[in-house]
């Protein structure tokens, strides 16, 4: 039972234009979201995360969205850089007092120069 | 500051031989702990958590096993390797519950 679900494999975008990552989630007792972002043979490195209690967090050029009626987050980068180019991975915690951290399968995100 | 350790970076091991990964972590108590496993071409699947020293619990039924016998170090273990073990494994702490978690480096365990 896949509780975060990343349904987009991959995603390419133009340098300097927005990149939209979606993450759609099952379990109602998530509350607390988070984005991470994977170069190959290396751990993933936290972005930003979100409460449930916002529906919006920002930080320079990473925004994520929460919308909790459709479970479902997304992560907008604006404007894309080369360097952002990296496997994104969508978490979420919180099932009620358990302390698992669970991730999606990622989205392989490539900004052409 | 904190920082976490994970050893070694890549493995080699032939079927049927144990394997043995250590995770520690610096500069913090009473971590929450993780194993994760990134196979080939796959996301991050979670396959043990710890929220204290012998408190071990187990995602995925496999052949694998994880201990904690210090508040700061987590081990993954199995008895004998089989080819579908082979990834890319990783080791993460987080301080508390909801709040972001840290990962190590990483192992690639290859089993030939």
């Known amino acids: 039972d896949q509780q975060v679900k990343q349904n987009s494999p991959s995603l390419s975008v133009q340098e300097g234009r927005i990149s939209i990552l979606n993450c759609d989630y099952t379990?109602?007792?998530?509350?607390?979201f988070l984005w991470y972002k994977k170069y190959p043979a290396e751990g993933p490195t936290f972005l930003i995360s979100?409460?449930?209690?916002?529906d919006k967090n920002e930080d320079g050029r990473f925004t994520v969205f929460l919308n909790k009626s459709a479970k479902h987050l997304s992560l907008h980068i604006v404007p894309s850089q080369p360097g952002d180019s990296a496997v994104y991975f969508c978490?979420?915690?919180?099932?009620?007092?358990?302390?698992?951290?669970?991730f999606g399968k990622g989205t392989k995100l490539t900004v052409n120069p | 500051s904190q920082t976490i350790h994970q050893w070694p970076a890549t493995l080699v091991q032939p079927v049927g031989s144990p394997l043995s990964l250590e995770c520690t972590v610096e500069?913090?108590?009473?971590?929450?702990l993780y194993w994760y496993r990134q196979a080939a071409g796959r996301g991050l699947q979670l396959l043990f958590y710890?929220?204290?020293?012998?408190?071990i619990s187990s995602e995925v039924p496999q052949n694998l096993s994880a201990s904690r016998p210090q508040d700061r170090q987590f081990i993954l273990s199995s008895k004998k390797l089989l080819l579908s073990d082979s990834g890319f494994y990783l080791c993460?702490?987080?301080?508390?519950?909801?709040?972001?978690?840290?990962f190590g480096q990483g192992t690639r365990l290859t089993v030939v």
């Open positions: 500069g913090t108590s009473n971590p929450n």
């Open positions: 379990n109602s007792m998530f509350d607390y």
């Open positions: 710890s929220v204290g020293i012998g408190q």
């Open positions: 979100i409460s449930s209690i916002k």
């Open positions: 978490a979420a915690s919180g099932q009620g007092g358990s302390e698992k951290l669970v």
């Open positions: 993460a702490w987080s301080p508390l519950r909801n709040t972001e978690a840290f």
